[in-house]
Each structure stands twice: as C-alpha cells, then as structure tokens.
C-alpha cells in the first residue's frame, strides 16, 4: 500500500478537526459577546423580524379587535403574524382577513403564542385583520407586518440582530456539522487503511 493511501484517513481527520474548531471558535465569539452586552438580547424577538409592528392591543374574552394594514404596492407578498405577548396554554384566537369592500383572504385558528402567515397582495389596499380573543381570559396582542419579506430590514440591515448573530451561528452550525461528518470518514478510512497494511504485512511473514 503506498505512503498516498495511508496519508489520506489522517489527512481527512486533521481536515474534519480543523473544521470543528473553526465552528466552535465561531460561536463563541459571537454569544459571549452579546451576553456581555447591555440588553443581553441575543436571539431577535418576532417583532425584530418584521417591518411594521402595532401597538399592544389588550383584547377581553369574545372580543374582537380589528388591525389594518394598508399596501401600496400590488404583486408584492404580505408576511403577517400574531403574538400573544402575555401567552398562556389556554389561549385562543381567530383571525379572519378582509379588505373595505369584503373580499375575503383566509380566516384561521390558532393557539399558539405566535403565527405567521403570508399572501400575495393582488392589488394596493387596506386590509383588515379582525382578530377574536376566543379564549378565556383577557389576551394582550401585536400585530406584525412586512412587505416583501425577502427585503426586510431584518435581512438587508448589516445591523439587526438576525445579519449580525442568527446567520452567522448556522452556518457555524453547518460547519461543525460537516467537520463531524469529516472527522467520522476520516476514522473510517485511517482503520481501513490499517487493517489493509496488516493484511498485507501477514502475507510476507
């Protein structure tokens, strides 16, 4: 067996480990740094993911509390959400989606603290989201919007939260992930190059 083949299974390991180790050094320069810092906030609320957001809205038992939201621009995508700022379990909600002259864009049911839907806004309009408190005890809620979610500021600001520590935290991910994968080929490949050059060592003994 040639001194090329019994290189490659610790070249491969050495590989993976580097990889690991560049993940790892990665995600600690990024969470001790915002742990440190004033609001320690390191993962991005709902709201910071979202353009527009409304004020708190405190919504009684088998209420109803309407939310508009007017888009300029026809063809774009409208990325919506609710959150239940104060959630408990048994919290529930619906919400319906109209504009001012009735035309309907979904109604929905949820029970958990946040949901988030799109929908291709067919033409410039206000729409309503007529939000129903169907539970038992009074709801606090916001309502979230962005047009043309792929251009938010959550995105494209080099600033916000999401550019600055999610994106960066996958793909640290991903790296350790993949160093993982290499690491675990590169055992493989150095014991089957091992018992290949004890196999051949036997045959001239």
Known sequence: ????????????????????????????????????GTNGDFFPSPESLFDNVS???????????????TVNTAGVPLMWGVHIVDYTPNDNIGISISNIFGDKFGSFVEGDPIFIKSFDVSKADT??????????EP???????????????ALTD???????????????????????????????????????GKNQSSRYI
Do not use: C
């Not at 709801?139 to 792929?150: D, K, R, S, Y």
């Not at 993982?180 to 091992?194: E, K, Q």
């Open 139 to 153: 709801i606090t809620v916001v309502m979230l919007f962005t047009e043309n979610p792929e251009k938010s500021k």
């Open 55 to 69: 004020d708190k809205v405190t919504i009684d038992a088998g209420n109803v509390y309407i939310f508009s939201h």
């Open 158 to 196: 080099p600033n916000s939260t999401f550019v600055k520590n999610i994106i960066p935290l996958a793909e640290a991910g991903f790296l350790l992930i993949v160093g993982i994968i290499v690491v675990i080929a590169g055992i493989i490949l150095s014991v089957m190059d091992w018992r290949k």
């Open 127 to 136: 729409y309503n989201f007529n939000v129903e408190n169907k539970g038992k």
């Open 1 to 36: 067996m040639s001194i090329k083949m019994k290189k490659r299974g610790p070249i491969i390991l050495i590989t993976g480990t580097i990889m690991i180790i560049l993940a790892a050094s990665v995600a600690y320069s990024i969470i001790p740094q915002e742990q440190q």
